[in-house]
Each structure stands twice: as structure tokens, then as C-alpha cells.
């Protein structure tokens, strides 16, 4: 059993920056693909970014693509999702997921744990 709890959501002006972490809870966080998702009220839960178990590739959105940046430090269990540059359709709630698996997903139903969702409003 994994447990992930994401942090470093708030309120942010259009163009701002936010850094987002999940912090995992096993003892073999580096054998977990990590992912990031979000859901704005009335819509699916969208793929945003995922990382490998390595760190050495990463996929993002087109939607965020050249503005968010996923990483990982398998030394710390945490995961962070870097989102520059945001814009008002980027409020909503982000959540971080975990697959035991060595590629990348990008459907939400590949995850096996996510953590309880954090808050991002882009707003002026």
C-alpha cells in the first residue's frame, strides 16, 4: 500500500508560479512511475505530466507543455510538479498517482494510488 499526500496549492495570479509536491510512503518509491492529474468542477480528471520510476523520462500535456515540469527525488519519496506561467484554465484540483509499472501512463484508470487532491485557483 502506497500513501500520497500532495501539497503546495493556493491561490496564484494569472502568470504566476506554483511548485506542487507528493510525498509517497513506501520503502520503494523508485520501482513507481509517478503521474499528475486534475479535475476542474464539471470535468473529467485530465492527464497533466508523469515521470518514470528513473526520473529519466518525463511526458507532459500539450496543454502545459513549456510552462509545467515534473520531477522526482527517490531519496526523498517526493515527486513535484513545477507550474509556471499559469493561466486561469489551470484552476483546479491536482492530484499525484502511482503505478508500479517502468512506463509512463497517461490514462488515469493505469494509477493504483492517489493522493487526496490539492487546490490551485488562477485568478486575478
Known amino acids: 500500500q502506497v500513501q500520497l499526500v500532495e501539497s503546495g496549492g493556493g491561490l496564484v495570479q494569472p502568470g504566476g508560479s506554483l511548485r506542487l509536491s507528493c510525498l509517497a510512503s513506501?520503502?520503494?518509491?523508485?520501482?513507481?512511475?509517478m503521474g499528475w492529474f486534475r479535475q476542474a468542477p464539471g470535468k473529467e480528471r485530465e492527464f497533466v505530466a508523469a515521470i518514470s520510476w528513473s526520473g529519466s523520462r518525463a511526458e507532459t500535456a500539450d496543454s502545459v507543455k513549456g510552462r509545467f515540469t515534473v520531477s522526482r527525488d527517490n531519496d526523498k519519496n517526493m515527486a513535484y510538479l513545477q507550474m509556471n506561467s499559469l493561466r486561469p484554465e489551470d484552476t483546479a484540483v491536482y492530484y499525484c498517482?502511482?503505478?508500479?509499472?517502468?512506463?509512463?501512463?497517461?490514462?488515469?484508470?493505469?494509477?493504483?494510488?492517489w493522493g487526496q487532491g490539492t487546490q490551485v485557483t488562477v485568478s486575478s
Open positions: 513506501t520503502r520503494t518509491f523508485s520501482s513507481y512511475a
Open positions: 498517482a502511482a503505478v508500479a509499472r517502468l512506463r509512463i501512463e497517461r490514462r488515469p484508470d493505469e494509477y493504483d494510488y
